[in-house]
Nanobody, 125 residues
């Protein structure tokens, strides 16, 4: 499966962006899809994930209530709606997928086998 992330940009603090991750080559049924981010000088960190079947969602604490992950079955696409953005949200955002994920590993980047190319999100203060 190939993943294409898009939607990043420059926004002021308090603003919003919507990231998209379009998949091709394989249906995302039975997958777990995730968003991760990496700021300069920091490790890649988990942001949110969604189980394609059933739509169960998972978030890191720092984005709960501000970010919403969702998916569109017909478009084979995942989204990350980001509201009330803060300067600390600045990072390159990556989408990822895996088809054999276990519950306890959803937040672990090393457990995802497929990755998009990343999209830059910059939040100015």
């Amino acid at each position: 499966v190939q993943l294409q992330a898009s939607g990043g940009g420059l926004v002021q603090a308090g603003g919003s962006l919507r990231l998209s991750c379009a998949a091709s080559g394989r249906t995302l049924r039975n997958s777990v899809m995730g968003w991760f981010r990496q700021a300069p000088g920091k490790e890649r960190e988990f942001v949110a994930a969604i189980k394609w079947n059933g739509g169960y969602t998972y978030y890191t604490d720092s984005v709960k209530g501000r970010f919403t992950i969702s998916r569109d079955n017909a478009k084979n696409t995942m989204y990350l709606e980001m509201n009330s953005l803060k300067p600390e949200d600045t990072a390159v955002y990556y989408c990822a997928a895996d088809f054999s994920m276990i519950q306890s590993s959803i937040r672990m980047s090393r457990m995802y086998n497929y990755w998009g190319q990343g999209t830059q999100v910059t939040v100015s203060s």
